[in-house]
């Protein structure tokens, strides 16, 4: 089955840094590639939408220069977490399709602790 | 507004025995519904789809079924493992406008 690939699983940053995750698609080519956000014990909350050579669509209430998006490839989107604060850590898991009828697949998550 | 509701929220088993998990949903126009396990730190992974003519569906141990009218679906694992220790989440698409709604999942615990 189709691979995507989310790096780094794990970081530790200092209040006030940037962190970059990325999402790679290993063996498709992905128009679109989506970023959730998921707390303890609850569901993915989703972030943002985006495709390729396009700006990302946000949610509601998900601050789009707080949380920048890029898409540059159709293997690759990467998250950007601005100036991280405490209450941004969370699990952030990303999710890439190859059209909206295809199946979806699951990065492994990146587990972001803000000190 | 489209919501997903699961229960039990958490449950926890035997080795050995089977349990079934409840999804109901309000999504409208229904696309389709899909099964999904998450082990603790990791992305979800798919068990099974199914759309709205298919009433059951197997994969291995996981069977789920699907009722279209009473938007309502259920995941039964047989023979639990303890490797099936994980969050399931029910993740219902919608036809419109090709966006998932989301339950909060359903936490096993497989003891020995």
């Known amino acids: 089955g189709a691979v995507v690939s989310q790096h780094p699983s794990r970081v530790i940053c200092k209040s006030g840094t940037s962190v970059k995750i990325e999402c790679r698609s290993l063996d498709f080519q992905a128009t679109t590639m989506f970023w959730y956000r998921q707390f303890p014990k609850k569901s993915l909350m989703l972030m943002a939408t985006?495709?390729?050579?396009?700006?990302?669509?946000?949610e509601q209430g998900v601050e789009k220069d707080k949380f920048l998006i890029n898409h540059a490839s159709l293997t690759l989107s990467t998250l950007t977490v601005t100036s991280a604060h405490p209450e941004d850590s969370s699990f952030y898991i990303c999710?890439?399709?190859?059209?909206?009828?295809?199946?979806?697949?699951f990065g492994s998550g990146t587990q972001l602790s803000v000190l | 507004k489209n919501q997903v509701e699961q229960s039990p929220q958490s449950l926890i088993i035997l080795e050995g025995k089977n349990c079934t998990l409840q999804?109901?949903?309000?999504?409208?126009?229904?696309?389709?519904l899909r099964w999904y396990k998450q082990d603790t730190g990791r992305g979800p992974v798919s068990l099974t789809i199914m759309t709205f003519s298919e009433n059951t569906k197997s994969n291995g141990r996981y069977t789920a079924t699907l009722d279209a009218d009473t938007k309502q679906s259920s995941l039964h694992i047989t023979a639990s493992q303890l490797s099936d220790s994980a969050s399931y989440i029910c993740v219902v698409k919608s036809r419109d406008d090709y966006k998932l709604s989301f339950g909060a999942g359903t936490t096993v615990t497989v003891r020995a």
């Open positions: 985006s495709n390729e050579g396009s700006k990302a669509t946000y």
């Open positions: 999804c109901n949903y309000t999504v409208s126009p229904f696309s389709n």
């Open positions: 999710s890439a399709r190859r059209s909206t009828a295809e199946k979806l697949f």
